[in-house]
């Protein structure tokens, strides 16, 4: 049991677990997020539901519990990795050119993440509280505080930045989740990668609609 839960194979189970939530997180986030083309009280009132939702602790202690696992097991699997390259293993696991460069590729692309994920967190969850009220209900004016933060250029053409690389990511992480939890057929793998390419372009192009959207056309 000790030797399963030290090996790669289960650190990769776990990567591909917490991948794929995490996965479906993004796009309902991007999705939800879009309502910012629809109205600022539409907006504002999803926010308002979202964590005003009995079950919002569980998900969002879920998602930290799921963010920290997933970067703890893909920092593990890297250090493995280098370790096998480097001769320190007796049995050299796959290590092939492709493979290396992707996870090379993902350890990057994700650490950029971790550092965009705290600032997101810094400048929106826990940023200026504004107020606004309808229909007599209190709530977190969550649109001026957008329209606010990208009215700045270097906050946009960050945003831009991260989300291209959160796409870089999920382009190889949506396809290799799948490969990680056991689903490897040749028959049904070239087309669980077209999935994880267009997954990655719709949820990168909806999110980078955003920042783009506010700093041209609606401009506070
Ligand atoms: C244009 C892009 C984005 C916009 C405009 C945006 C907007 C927001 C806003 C307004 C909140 C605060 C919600 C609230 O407190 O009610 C939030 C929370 C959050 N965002 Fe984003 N977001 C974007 C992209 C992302 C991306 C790419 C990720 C992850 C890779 C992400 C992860 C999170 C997380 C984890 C939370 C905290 C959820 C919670 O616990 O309430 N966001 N975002």
Redesign the pocket.
């Known amino acids: 049991m000790l030797t399963y839960l030290k090996s790669s194979i289960f650190k990769k189970f776990i990567m591909g677990l917490t991948g794929l939530g995490l996965s479906g997180f ?1 796009l309902a ?1 991007m999705a939800g ?1 879009l309502l910012i083309f629809v109205s600022e009280e539409a907006y504002n009132i999803y ?1 308002y539901k ?2 005003h939702n009995p079950a919002y602790p569980l998900i ?1 202690w879920g ?1 930290v519990g799921m963010m920290v696992l997933h970067a703890f097991m893909g920092i593990l699997l890297t250090k493995e990795n280098g370790a096998a390259k480097s001769g320190r293993y007796a049995v050299t696991p796959n290590t092939s050119k492709d493979t290396t460069t992707a996870s090379k590729t993902m350890i990057f692309s994700g650490s950029i ?1 971790l550092v ?2 705290i600032t ?2 810094v400048g ?2 826990y940023g200026t509280f504004y107020e606004v009220t309808y229909d007599g209900v209190v709530m ?1 004016d ?1 649109h001026r ?2 329209v606010e933060i990208f009215q700045n250029p270097l906050a946009v053409v960050w ?1 831009v930045f991260a ?1 291209v690389v ?1 796409s870089v990511h999920l382009r190889h992480g949506v396809s290799s989740c799948f490969q990680s939890l056991g689903f490897n057929h040749p028959r049904y793998t070239p087309c669980i990668k077209k999935i994880g390419i267009l997954y990655a372009v719709i949820v990168a192009a909806g ?1 980078i609609s ?2 783009l959207y506010v700093y041209f056309v609606h401009k506070g």
């Open positions: 993004v986030h997020n926010g979202m964590t969002a998602l993440l965009f994920i997101h967190l929106f969850k977190r969550l505080l957008i945003y989300l959160l999110f955003q920042p």
